[in-house]
């Protein structure tokens, strides 16, 4: 007899419309009903995922806890999907997926003995590609999805999903939704037996969702009505598990390679400082682990697994589907903004512990001299500018200027004084800029001298023909002095940008976050100008000058900034372009004050390459984006390349996701004047009427943007790592060390230019410690990764794309490759 699957079930998000701790009151009361149910009604299944849920249950109703462990032990109760909650799944870095299914199944492996097969994101809006390999490694076969709702690519509601490195899942498209009205659950089971007579087997979600609720006494009573009554099929109360188990058995199921997007293009950039704060959180705890495992491996502190735990709680939280797309209420938004505050004043305290402890070994500092120590956490050398503040032992009160100079070893380093933060007008704190080149996984040190001068030094690069032009061996600038956008950008004799970059543009919007109507923003109903010397100067706040709007701020031997000042109504942007002295990298900030109402922001980026192909990063490994101007989301950074022209342009970000591709010109997302948890209901307007609603992203925004050119294979292979170095930064701090101890060298080496170390921590379970590696271009090749301290030199073969996990034993100082999820790999004899 053919057969349907019902799966019951209680979507509940954490926050939306409500905030976390009405929440936890519906997943009480949620799950203590359907505890009722389970009990009272033979044969009903009921099935609920994340952890986050059942957490709040085991703290605040413990005995409905232990009412739950015992249902799930009898088979009444079905622990479903396994991740810590729902999160976004296009926005979290390849690591953030890891750790969801990681620490969730660790959870419910230890509180139920339970480790489903079958993941599930019912509500997120949309899913990269990426998450197929990460789910088959993770020990998943399947993977149940409803958005994008209308998405004709696919084959089939059934299919297997083809994802990087030749993995594969099974997938299941919801149709209908997930939930069901109260009372009607069983029309929704009529109308599918009516419209699939001839399929084998079938499945249907059904439960009150949303804010809870689930199964309900009516439904059930109808639906085991018609069960009795039906004839064609068998319905079974059932489980994700059991429907993928007869699906493989009566179904020769169609392929399908590639993302399952878009869905809800305003989520890529709604609430900017969510997802600002977010990167900020994945980056300071992925660089904080590292450190902490490097300083415990060689002994020079306790690994604070407690600790790590509690911030990364608060990470995975915060990527939930509401929260980081952006679409709840304000006073949600801001608890989540108090959430990732947590984490991050937790990693900073662990950073500052381990960065201390990595410091044994250094000499004390000579007399005059101030010591700057940089913790490089990456397993590869890092070339770049280096910044760092210091107080001069005393203050200086004559009419001078102390010039700090840089050394390594006693040899001298290009450098030059910038304004530090604190507004002191006072020749007392210093900040100093400095090329240099960082050995790996290590501790690097610097030694800074300050020599007199009668004057601060002054800028050197003047406005000649209207234009600012910045000119090195390698890379020639030209700013506009009558706009402030970059006319030029030639790297290495190639020009790569058309004039009039890097423009703001104010684009038409609305006032929903999700954007439900559209896969594309526009028009573009106008643009940041250059504001006039009056204007610039008092936004400024500046008195006692009249200030061109477009001027050099900074010039050295490292680099040249210079900083523009804009205005479009009653917004405006200070944007500020830092040139360096060696190489082509250039980076550009943005400090943006919106006060805009249903528009969104956009940077201009137009490039030479008309015949581009728009790539960007995605969990583990690289998205094809639209290049017909929809709206597309990626991570760390964009690229157009052309392959008839053998060149790349790439540029990389700091915490934005959302952008637009279309006849060679980027826009990057900045922000949206959406308003809060709104959208289009039938010809109703999306807001209210009659009274002033708050908007979103209001006020003082800031963006950072890295930009390079070159030839096409050096920048696929480069691109991965300059992204995690200008995202997990080399901690820099001035420190006089006391000289006890030993100094450690190198811990950690990757022998090649171009594979990715994931992850360095310790393990959930257990005293060993986990090297995760990845191949981040798509080409195979491979590297030697070293542990000098441990006498390790392994060779490592990666595929393209492919996602290795290795274990450290730290008592036999031996290294060998283990599962995502920390398990030894089936068949493997270590």
């Not at 009990?39 to 009903?44: L, T």
């Not at 392994?794 to 290294?815: M, P, S, V």
Request: net charge negative; charged share 25%; hydrophobic share 35%.
């Amino acid at each position: 007899m053919k057969r349907l699957h019902l799966l019951s079930n209680g979507h509940l998000d954490p926050v939306w419309q409500w905030e976390w701790e009405e929440g936890a009151a519906a997943a009480v009361s949620t799950f203590r009903a359907a505890a009722d149910f389970c009990e009272e009604f033979e044969g009903y299944v009921f099935n609920h995922n994340e952890v986050i849920l059942y957490k709040w249950v085991e703290e605040y109703e413990p005995a409905l806890f232990e009412r739950i462990r015992k249902l799930v032990q009898q088979g009444k109760w079905h622990i479903m999907g396994g991740w810590y909650l729902q999160p976004d799944c296009n926005m979290l870095s390849g690591e953030s997926f890891v750790r969801q299914i990681l620490l969730g199944k660790a959870y419910f492996r230890e509180k139920f003995g339970a480790e489903p097969a079958t993941a599930i994101n019912f509500d997120s809006f949309g899913h990269t590609r990426g998450l197929v390999q990460i789910l088959q490694q993770a020990g998943y076969d399947s993977y149940i999805f409803m958005r994008p709702d209308e998405f004709d690519a696919l084959p089939g509601q059934d299919f297997i999903w083809c994802g990087f490195n030749g993995s594969e899942v099974m997938a299941h498209k919801i149709k209908g939704g997930y939930n069901t009205l109260l009372g009607k659950a069983h029309e929704k089971i009529e109308q599918w037996l009516e419209s699939n007579p001839d399929e084998e087997t079938g499945l249907i979600l059904w439960g009150v969702g949303n804010h809870g609720g689930g199964p309900s006494r009516i439904d059930l009573t109808r639906i085991g009505e018609l069960m009795a009554k039906s004839e064609s099929f068998e319905i079974v109360h059932s489980t994700p598990e059991q429907y993928f188990q007869e699906l493989k058995q009566v179904k020769t199921l169609p392929r399908y390679e590639g993302d399952l997007n878009p869905r809800f293009v305003g989520c890529y950039t709604s609430m900017i400082r969510i997802k600002q704060k977010h990167r900020r959180l994945e980056n300071e705890l992925y660089m904080t682990e590292k450190m902490l495992s490097a300083a415990a491996l060689q002994g020079l502190l306790a690994y604070p697994s407690a600790e790590l735990h509690e911030a990364m709680c608060d990470l995975l939280t915060a990527q939930f589907h509401d929260i980081l797309p952006g679409t709840s209420v304000q006073p949600a938004e801001e608890a989540s903004l108090r959430l990732i505050d947590h984490g991050l004043e937790i990693a900073a305290r662990l950073k500052a512990r381990a960065f201390f402890a990595l410091a044994a070994g250094e000499p004390k500092a000579a007399p005059r001299e101030y010591p700057i120590l940089i913790y490089n956490p990456h397993p590869f050398s890092v070339k770049g500018v280096f910044e760092c503040e210091f107080m001069l032992e005393d203050q200086n009160w004559e009419e001078e200027f102390s010039l700090p100079v840089v050394f390594q070893e006693g040899r001298q380093l290009p450098s030059q004084p910038e304004k530090e933060l604190s507004n002191l007008n006072l020749d007392w704190r210093k900040r100093v800029v400095f090329q240099a080149e960082l050995a790996p996984s290590s501790m690097n040190r610097f030694d800074c001298r300050i020599e007199k001068l009668k004057n601060k030094p002054v800028p050197g690069l003047k406005e000649q023909d209207g234009r600012y032009t910045f000119q090195t061996n390698e890379l020639t600038v030209a700013i506009n002095a009558h706009t402030g956008l970059m006319d030029e950008y030639r790297a290495r004799g190639v020009s790569y940008l058309m004039p009039d970059a890097f423009a703001p543009l104010v684009i038409a919007d609305n006032e929903d976050p999700w954007r439900m109507d559209t896969n594309a923003f526009a028009p573009v109903i106008g643009r940041f100008e250059l504001m006039d010397r009056g204007a610039g100067t008092d936004f400024s706040g500046v008195k006692q000058a009249l200030l061109p709007s477009v001027r050099v701020i900074e010039d050295g031997e490292v680099r040249t900034v210079i900083e523009s000042v804009l205005r479009y109504n009653d917004s405006y942007i200070c944007q500020t372009y830092k040139l360096p002295k060696t190489g082509t990298e250039i980076e550009v900030q943005l400090h943006v004050y919106w006060n805009e109402k249903d528009k969104m922001l956009k940077l201009s980026i137009p490039t030479i390459f008309t015949d581009g192909q728009y790539r960007g990063q995605t969990a583990f490994g690289i998205s094809e984006l639209p290049e017909n101007g929809d709206e597309a989301v990626a991570q760390k950074w964009v690229a157009v390349q052309s392959a008839e022209r053998l060149q790349a342009l790439t540029c990389i970000n700091d915490g934005i996701y959302g952008s637009d591709y279309q006849e060679g010109e980027i826009r990057l997302s900045l922000l949206r004047g959406a308003g809060y948890c709104a959208h289009p209901i039938n010809e109703r307007p999306i807001l209210v009427q009659d009274r002033f609603l708050p908007r979103m992203d209001q006020g003082e925004r800031c963006y950072s943007f890295r930009l390079n050119a070159g030839e096409l294979a050096e920048r696929q292979r480069r691109v991965d790592r300059e992204a995690i170095v200008h995202n997990e930064k080399c901690y820099a701090l001035s420190f006089f060390p006391s000289g006890d101890g030993q100094k450690n060298g190198s811990f950690l080496e990757l022998e090649d230019e171009t594979v990715q170390l994931s992850a360095l921590k310790k393990e959930e379970r257990g005293d060993g410690y986990i090297v995760r590696l990845f191949e981040p271009t798509g080409h195979a090749r491979a590297t030697v990764l070293s542990i000098p301290s441990f006498g390790i030199h392994e060779e490592i073969r990666l595929n393209g794309f492919e996602i290795k996990t290795f274990r450290i034993d730290a008592q036999n100082k031996t290294i060998a490759e283990i599962g995502l999820c920390e398990d030894p790999i089936q068949g493997s004899t270590q």
